[in-house]
């Protein structure tokens, strides 16, 4: 893969992922019912809510940084310790 392409992928993956999750987070459930002992999610929320969503989000972060850092590693070098392993 060519750098343009990668470059593209690092653009556009973590946007579309990012309108996937962003449905998820505005439908956290906002608290839990302590009289009727169930979590309840009557209505979604603002999923930019950071003290009911952060760690949704974190997650989000978490898993582009890993994307990043897999799609961006040098893999020539890692090639070159494999051949030398080898023989």
Same mark, same amino acid.
């Given at each position: ?6 470059? =593209?992928?690092?653009?556009? #993956? %973590?946007?579309?992922? *990012?309108?996937?999750?962003? %449905?998820? &987070? !505005? !439908? &956290? =459930?906002?608290?839990? $019912? ?7 999610? =009557?209505?979604?929320? $603002? %999923?930019?809510?950071?003290?009911? =969503? ?7 972060? #978490?898993? +582009? +940084?890993? *994307? @990043? ?9 890692? $090639?070159?310790?494999? @051949?030398?392993?080898?023989?």
């Amino acid at each position: 893969m060519n750098q343009k392409q990668k470059l =593209t992928l690092a653009i556009l #993956i %973590p946007i579309i992922i *990012f309108f996937i999750v962003l %449905p998820i &987070v !505005s !439908s &956290v =459930t906002t608290g839990y $019912d302590y009289l009727k002992g169930r979590y309840f999610a =009557t209505h979604t929320h $603002d %999923p930019f809510d950071w003290e009911q =969503t952060w760690y949704v989000w974190m997650f989000y972060l #978490i898993f +582009c +940084c890993i *994307f @990043e850092y897999k799609l961006f590693a040098d893999k020539k070098k890692k $090639d070159k310790e494999l @051949e030398g392993f080898k023989k």
